[in-house]
Every structure is written in C-alpha cells, then in structure tokens.
Nanobody, 123 residues
Framework: QVQLVESGGGLVQPGGSLRLSCAAS????????IGWFRQAPGKEREGVSC????????AYADSVKGRFTISRDMTKNTVYLEMNNLKPDDTAVYYC????????????????WGQGTQVTVSS
C-alpha cells in the first residue's frame, strides 16, 4: 500500500527551527518528484517547495526562500523540509505529496498525499 507519513511538526518560538520528514512506504520515493504544501485555516493550500527525482533540482515559494531547505535521503526513503527562522505566518498544517513534475515550488500531477503535520510558531 502506498503511504506518505509526515512527522516533525510541533510548537516552536519565532526564530526557531524544525525539520519535517516525509517517509514513504509501498514505493521508491526517488522515482517521483516530491512537494511540500501547507494550509492555514481560512487560507488556500500553498506550494512551499518541490524536489526532483534525483534531488539535484529544488524550488521554493518566495515566502520561504532562504529559510527552508528541501532534501532527500535515498537510503531512508525520506524527504525532509528543514525550516529555519520560523515566523508566526508559517503556522499551518504541512503536507507532502507524490506527483509528476515540479512547476517552480508547486508539485503538479499529484496522486498521493500524506495526512499532514501541524506546525505552530508562537511565543
């Protein structure tokens, strides 16, 4: 069964850091580009970052550029999102997804989603 499971969310103070994980089972994660999305209450779901199959190409939304880093660990079948200098506006549920291709920071052709992990940035 294909599964994506996000973890690593939690409560952090402004300026702090978190590393989110997207662990895959039932398929080889490196066969697909992977995207991170986030959604806050009352707001549209936003594409945050996207990474190519090899991990050689990455893209970020302007709102997180310079603060977030996406990466792959092929041996662990996991994609990470390192988040630094977090701001209250980063508060959202973060999702990873498997898809077909990256259009900038937005993964298109999405066919599987994880259930999300909550990130709350508050003092």
């Amino acid at each position: 069964q294909v599964q994506l499971v996000e973890s690593g969310g939690g409560l952090v103070q402004p300026g702090g850091s978190l590393r989110l994980s997207c662990a895959a089972s039932g398929f080889t994660l490196s066969d697909y580009p992977i995207g991170w999305f986030r959604q806050a209450p009352g707001k549209e779901r936003e594409g945050v970052s996207c990474i190519s199959r090899s991990g050689g190409l990455t893209a970020y939304a302007d709102s997180v550029k310079g603060r977030f880093t996406i990466s792959r660990d092929m041996t662990k079948n996991t994609v990470y999102l390192e988040m630094n200098n977090l701001k209250p506006d980063d508060t959202a549920v973060y999702y990873c997804a498997r898809g077909g291709w990256c259009l900038g920071a937005v993964l298109l052709g999405r066919n599987y989603w994880g259930q999300g992990t909550q990130v709350t940035v508050s003092s």
